[in-house]
Structures are given as structure tokens and as C-alpha cells.
């Protein structure tokens, strides 16, 4: 059961925040293999300005930001990871989401560690 964080700029949110939900469940059902009916998603919007970003980071030709924090039961493999971002990416391409501008932290805890309603 993976914990969808994402933010991103408020104008993106209100033209295509849908669509952005659903690249990401999709990438997550074709390279996590999670259940279709496991969707847990935070959506948090920002105005002009609160997301700070170095444009050019690490030789990437960033021009906005999207944040993508995925918690996660520890249990992916490392392939298995990059190929979540990998598919990630191209679903949110169509969207005109430029790789460049998404940054994806996965972040692992234990079992032990979540409560889901029973």
C-alpha cells in the first residue's frame, strides 16, 4: 500500500491533476504490481514561487517541479524501483510533464510501520 505525495504547482494541479493521479496508479500497478483498488494519493498545490528548485541540478535542464514521495512497505528491489520511475515518467510525458521537471523520492519502512483500517 504505497503513499502518494505530490506537489506540484498550483496551475498544473487545476488543469491536470486527474490525469497525474492516474499516471501515477497506473505506473504503479505495472511496475510495483500493486492492486488496482490500493490508491492512497496527497495532492498539495503551491503558488508562483514556493517551489524552490535549482534549474540546473546535476546537468538537467529543470524548468518547473514536480514532486513525487512515494512510502513504501521495503520490499521492491532496486530494478524494480527504477523501473517504477522509468514508467512513471512516460506516462506523465503525454501530460507534457518533461522528465526533467520530476523528482521521485521512494521512501521504505516496515510492515510494522502501517495501519490501513484493520
Given amino acids: 500500500m504505497p503513499l502518494i505525495q505530490v506537489d506540484l504547482d498550483r496551475d498544473l494541479y487545476e488543469s491536470s491533476h486527474p490525469a497525474i493521479s492516474d499516471a501515477i496508479h497506473e505506473a504503479q500497478i505495472e511496475a510495483l504490481g500493486i492492486p488496482a483498488d490500493d490508491r492512497f494519493q496527497v495532492f498539495r498545490t503551491h503558488g508562483q514561487g514556493e517551489l524552490k ?50 523528482l ?15
Fill in 104 to 118: 521521485v523520492s521512494l521512501v521504505e519502512n516496515g510492515f510494522e510501520d502501517w495501519y490501513a483500517g484493520k
Fill in 53 to 102: 528548485f535549482d534549474p540546473g541540478y546535476n546537468g538537467v535542464d529543470r524548468r518547473a517541479l514536480l514532486l513525487i514521495q512515494v512510502t513504501a512497505v521495503h520490499m521492491y528491489p532496486v530494478a524494480v524501483k527504477r523501473k517504477f520511475f522509468e514508467t512513471l515518467v512516460a506516462k506523465l510525458a503525454p501530460l507534457g510533464i518533461r522528465g526533467e521537471d520530476v
